[in-house]
């Protein structure tokens, strides 16, 4: 039983220790994305980075508060 409940534990840990590199990786993707249609649209105040860059942000929070939801109600 003690085995049982160290695995639960530990599997918590990496799902805790593996959002930092999704959100990175999203805030990323997004910001690439967005710096890519500054280029090929061309605009003097960078909208496109600055928009899709925090669409990013929000997505990366509501992927983490989803995740720990799911962590919480696993238990």
């Known amino acids: 039983m003690d085995s049982k409940d160290n ?3 530990s599997n918590k840990w990496l799902a805790l220790i593996n959002i930092p590199f999704q959100m990175g990786l999203i805030i990323f993707g997004f910001s690439y994305l967005g ?16 928009g899709i860059t925090l669409l990013g942000v929000f997505v990366a929070l509501y992927n983490v508060i989803k995740q720990v939801n799911q962590l919480n109600n696993n238990k």
């Open 7 to 9: 695995k639960k534990q």
């Open 35 to 50: 710096g890519w249609l500054d280029e090929k649209y061309p605009n003097p105040e960078g909208y496109f980075l600055k």
